[in-house]
Every structure is written in C-alpha cells, then in structure tokens.
C-alpha cells in the first residue's frame, strides 16, 4: 500500500508542494490530509496572514483608530491543492475539493492552488467559493 | 577554431569564497558547460599577428589538448517531479553558471537555498535574492497598510465635515426660516432651462465667473454641485473650518508605494499627517518580520549543534537534461532504481513517457506521436538554445518558455514564448488532426500579463512531421528526427491606436 502511494502520481506532487511550502516558505504544521476518494489536501500554517478581506481591513483601521492598538493579524491555517500543470479540471471538481475541506464550524472559504512545474516552481494562486469583494491592488 | 580543455579551479572555488565578491561577467565567463580555445585572429594588415597565429596552432598540434566535455556531470531522474536531479554541490554551481541550466529546488532560481539559511542564521554574512525579496513585500504590506489607513482617514474626515456642515445648515435653517426655507439638503435634478444652462459643460458657464453659475432659484444648490466636484466653495465655511479647507495639500509619500498614484487630490487636515506612522511598525508586529527574528534565536541553537544539512537540489527541467545529454553531451543521467547510465534515446521515450498526467508508463499505454508536448517543446527549446538565447520555464506569467538574451543574472526575459503546433503536412490533414482549440480570450490575457511585465509575447509554430517518416528518421538517429521539425516565431504586440503612433 505505501508502495502504491508513493507511485501514484497525485500524492507524488503533493509530496512536492509539501517540500515547498516547508522549506522555501517556511509554513509550519503541514499536514496532508487523505479523505477516502478525495484529492489529497495540504493543511497548514504560513508564516503570516495570507489574505485580509477588505471589510476587515476597515473594521482593523477603525479598531486601531478608536483604540490606538493595532490589531493582530494571525496567521490561519490554509488549505493547499496541489495540482499538475497538464491535468483537466472542471467548476465542478473544484466545488467538490471545496466540499471536502474539514470543517467544524463554519466551512473553508477559500483554498490555494499549487501548480507544480516540472522545473521545481510551485505558483500559488488562492481560490475563493463565491464572489468576493476585490482587494484594492 | 581548434577546441581543447583544461581542468576547471574556478568552478570548485565558486562556492567558497562568496565574501569576496567576483563582478558577474567572470563568474559567469562561460555560456556554455563547455571550454573552447579559439585560435587568436590574423590580422593582413599586422604581419605580426601571423606569427601569434602560428605559435597558438603549433602549441595546439604538438600538445592537443584532451577532449571536450572534460567534466560529464552526474544527475538521478526523478519520476515523482518529472525532472533530473543533480546533488553533486559543483555540478549544481558549474551547470548554472555555465548556461543557466536548472533551477534550485527551492530558491527562486539561482541554487542559493543555503546560502539563503547560513544568513538567516547568522553564521553569514551576504546579499541572498530571496531574503532580499521577502523584505521588499514586507514593505510594501506595510505601504498599503498604510495607504488604505489614510484613505479610511481621508472618508472619515470627509464624513465629519459633512455631518458638520449639515448641522449648520440646519442652524441656519432655523435662524431664518422663512427666507431660506427652500434650501435643499441634496442636489436636486436640473429640470428648467435656467438650470441646465448652469451646468458646468454649457455655454453659460463658460461666460460666467465659475464653472457653476448659481442658479436663480437653486440658490446655495450650486454649491452642492460644486462639492461633488471636489471643490468647496469656502464662503460657505465658518472660521474653524477654513484652516483645514486652505493648508497644502499634502500628499503622503508612503514608501514603496510612491509610483501609484493618487486619483483625486482630497483635502484633509495637517493634524493626519502629525499622527506619526513607525515605518518599522508591520501590520502584524509578531509575524511579518518572519523567522528572521523569530526563529532566529531558536535556529542559532541549531545550527550551533548540527550543520546544516543542503535540502536544496539543481532540478532540470526534461528539455534541459536532454539538451545536455544529447546536444552537448556533458550529462548522464542515471536511472535511480538501478544506478546504471541511461542513453539518451531510454531518455527520449522516459521524458515522453512523462509528458502527459499520469504519465503513460503502463504496458497498453499509447505511444506517444510526434507532437507530443515533450518533442514540441524540446525542438523548440533546441531550436533557441542553438540561437545562444537562454530559455527558462515561464509558468510564472503563463507561457511555455521565457527568453533571456544572456541569463537571469544580467537581465529580465525579453520574451514569453508560446508553442503551438502546425500540422501542416498533408498527412495530418488527412487524418483530421486539428491544431489545438484556444479562445481569444486566453489569447488576450496572456499578452497582457506579458505587456504588464514589459515582454513581447511570440508565437512559436511548430511544423509537426507525419508519424511514419518521424519514426523512420529516429531509426537512423534523434538528429536525423529533429531535422523533420519547422519552428516559425511570429511576435505579437497590442497596438493602441492612442498610444502608438
């Protein structure tokens, strides 16, 4: 069975993204996590935030200006996917991965995409469920 | 041009004394991993320069220098990434700077992932690209933080002096009641002529004083429209209000974020300014100044305990290990089960094998046809290589290859290659092969990224052979094969009638 798995190609480059994320990006707890019939996802912490959404961006500057205390902003763990460059895939398939992210409370509202090169790049790029407000650049 | 050898001092050196730094031009003297001793120029003019001729040629002929590759560099295919991986610390540093082959593993391109942790440590001292960006977004965070504090500043103080101004009409209102009763709080509408005639763009505001003439029975409403404008009328300000509406428009000059722009010049008041902002002070104090303070206590330790292990290897992208192996012959490549050597034509299928995801190693799996992305690809990374360009992977900005004139070092790409294949051969034809379907719109985005980043998109057309003459022609050889390709490079560039004249 690990035989298996190392060979097969999908936990092959998640193994990659793994790699990735730990040593040139320095994220902590990484963890990938199997759900029966799933694509393999990647759990874990990067070193800052990556991504504030606009509104809580104004609730933070206002909560800084009516303080004076600037608020934190923590680091939340992140799901990774990581995919090949040469694979199909479908809204669908996406909206199934989004299905499948562990949750107790409320569900994961985004995921980010790892496309790995065969030249060692990893692009990450984040996906989010729904519409979202734009970042101003 | 006679082609002899030496040993090679410098490339053992390279990655030992860092501290003194080499100017780039020596470092990288090479374009090529191989040496060539070119026999100096006669000149008819300079009788002299015959006889340097002749010695350089009579040196050559009596001591030959032995063949080139001198050193054939040892790499390990990878299934898992696709790729070649070379360990070895001198063949890593000799293959990059030698023509810019491979990336390592996990820098952004040059090998310097260790180089990258001694100075994150401390036990180096040293310029290392990627610590170097990690710092230049870090600021620029910081600098939007920033902007998107003093524009919240900015609609607060905006929302202040409305409520306040409101607060006075009211006061006025009810001052006098009757003469001003019919102030509107809002701009209304402009329905009768006389109002339309005032607006900005007409002929009337032109002959008048303002750009808005008061209309005779708005009144103040011209005011409001002026407001929109951005201009406030300072007549109707009291005395408190006046210091803020006339001090300098200062606008704020955040650091990193100087060069985008301010839409609009809004007034505000000097006392923003004075609520003084600590440039060292980041968004998230404990976390974005990232393990180099964080960790650096904790890894210090370590790295007093135990050497630091390299984690990091060069990794060579499939057309690179084979342009290596087949065209300049400087590498083998051992299968990783085995050990023993592979050739390159047990390459040649491995990396076609490999092309596709999940790649097609099964028994009853389809042999790949002559236009599969790995020989597509490959004929055009030849095709460039051969031309003393310097071809990367471009995933970064969504195209097939980027292309430098010397290497990464000395420049930014020039160009984002597309591959596309041409089956212009009548066989495809018959068989009703169809070149792959792109929209517009993938078209278009791309050449934006492109145009966004200052690189001129080129389309690369490759004429595919039909498949009974490919493999007919790999029997005699892979250059024979090769031979049978056509690449047509057509440049595309966004012509805006504006601009481009």
Known sequence: MAQLLAEDPVSQITQTVVQNLEDQHDWTSVETHHGAGQRPLIKGLPPRRLYIHPDDQIAALDHEHSTGVRLHQEPEFEWVLPVHPAEKWTLSRIASVFDSVEHTGERAKRIVLGTVHNDSTVVYYLLHEGLVKPRQN | ?501
């Open chain 2, 1 to 501: 041009m006679a082609e002899t050898s030496s040993p090679k001092p410098a490339m053992a050196s390279a990655n030992n004394n860092l501290a003194t730094k080499r100017p780039l031009y020596e470092i990288y003297a090479l374009p090529a991993p191989i040496k060539t001793f070119p026999l100096p120029s006669f000149y008819p003019s300079n009788p002299l320069s015959f006889i340097q001729l002749a010695y350089a040629w009579v040196g050559q002929v009596l001591s030959p220098p032995p063949a080139e590759p001198s050193i054939i560099h040892q790499g390990t295919w990878s299934a898992a990434t696709t790729s070649v991986h070379i360990k070895d610390a001198q063949s890593m540093r000799a293959l990059w700077e030698q023509g810019f082959y491979g990336k390592g593993s996990l820098s952004r391109s040059e090998p310097n992932w260790l180089r990258r942790e001694e100075v994150r440590r401390g036990l180096q001292e040293g310029h290392v690209s990627e610590i170097h960006t990690v710092e230049r977004r870090e600021e620029r965070i910081r600098a939007k933080w920033e902007r998107a504090r003093l524009e919240q500043e900015i609609i607060r103080q905006t929302r202040e002096r409305e409520a306040r101004q409101a607060e006075k009409h009211r006061a006025v209102e009810d001052a006098n009641t009757a003469p001003k009763a019919h102030i509107p709080t809002e701009p209304l509408a402009p329905v009768g002529p006389a109002e339309i005639l005032a607006l900005p763009n007409s002929a009337a505001s032109n002959l008048g004083n303002g750009f808005v003439k008061d209309g005779p029975s708005h009144g103040e409403s011209s005011d409001d429209y002026s407001k929109t404008n951005g201009t406030l009328d300072s007549s109707l300000e009291s005395s408190d209000d006046t210091s803020s509406t006339e001090a300098p428009i200062s606008t704020p000059v955040i650091p990193g974020l100087h060069h985008l722009k301010r839409q609009k010049s809004v007034r505000f008041s000097p006392t923003v300014a004075s609520t003084t902002f600590d440039r060292t002070d980041p968004p998230s104090p404990g976390h974005s100044t990232g393990p180099k303070q964080n960790e650096s206590a904790a890894l210090g330790s370590q790295a007093g305990a135990g050497v630091l292990i390299n984690k990091e290897h060069l990794q060579l992208m499939p057309e690179e290990a084979l342009w290596l192996n087949f065209a300049l012959g400087v590498l083998v490549v051992k299968d990783p089960r085995s050990g023993n050597p592979l050739s390159t034509r047990e390459l040649l299928n491995l990396f076609r094998q490999h092309s596709v995801f999940p790649p097609l190693t099964g028994p009853d799996d389809p042999s790949p046809l002559p236009d599969d992305d790995f020989l597509l690809h490959y004929v055009v990374y030849h095709h460039f290589r051969s031309l003393g360009w310097v071809p990367r992977a471009g995933i970064k900005f969504g195209v097939d290859w980027l292309l430098y004139n010397k290497g990464p070092v000395f420049d930014h790409a020039e160009f984002g290659l597309l591959v596309i294949p041409s089956y212009s051969d009548p066989w495809w034809q018959s068989s009703g092969k169809r070149k792959p379907q792109k929209t517009w719109q993938w078209f278009h985005s791309i050449l934006r990224v492109l145009s966004h980043v200052m690189k001129s998109m080129v389309l690369v057309y490759v004429d595919v052979p039909p498949p009974h003459k490919f493999e007919e022609a790999l029997e005699s050889g892979l250059a024979d094969a090769l031979k049978l390709y056509k690449v047509r490079e057509i440049m595309v560039k966004r012509w805006s009638s504006n601009r481009n004249r």
